[in-house]
């Protein structure tokens, strides 16, 4: 009967220990993967009117700074057609600018478009409606 109770501890013994491994690691991996969440979490998006509030042909704001991994909506405002062309000429990623560039038309005020920023280089992205490039309609977003 000793030996039984003594056999029986040690496996208990042993099923805990087991247990706390077994919390340890999943508390280990909840940890290790938070800072995945938080950065993906930090990712801002921000809003560039195409068209002012006045109807003025511009851009509001014309100049935005954002982080790499942060995404800009382009809102259609006022006095469509607009579209967005970046110049990849001057852009600090050229990938990134052809892929960002939007040369369909946004022919009513609401409609919109996203261009992520995942991966991109520092610098300036400078860009502009084509249809009202003549009128100054231009901007630039500044990657930090």
């Known amino acids: 009967k000793i030996v039984y109770e003594a056999n029986a501890m040690k496996m208990i013994v042993k099923a805990l220990r087991h247990m706390s491994l077994a919390a340890v690691l999943t508390v280990v991996f909840v940890m290790s993967s938070f800072p995945v969440f938080v950065s993906a979490a930090a990712a801002e998006t921000y809003t560039i009117k195409m ?25 259609n405002n006022k006095v469509p057609p607009h579209n967005i062309v970046f110049d990849s000429g001057k ?12 040369k369909q038309l946004l022919m009513s005020p609401g409609q919109s478009f996203q261009v992520s920023f995942e991966g991109a280089t520092s610098g300036e992205y400078p860009f502009y409606c084509e249809p009202h490039r003549g009128a100054g309609m231009a901007g630039k977003i500044i990657v930090e």
Do not use: N, Q, W, Y
């Open 51 to 75: 068209g002012t509030d006045k109807g003025m042909l511009a851009f509001e704001p014309s100049k935005l700074t954002i982080k790499a991994g942060d995404t800009v909506e382009f809102l």
């Open 91 to 102: 852009s600090a990623d050229k990938t990134i600018a052809d892929r960002s560039s939007h």
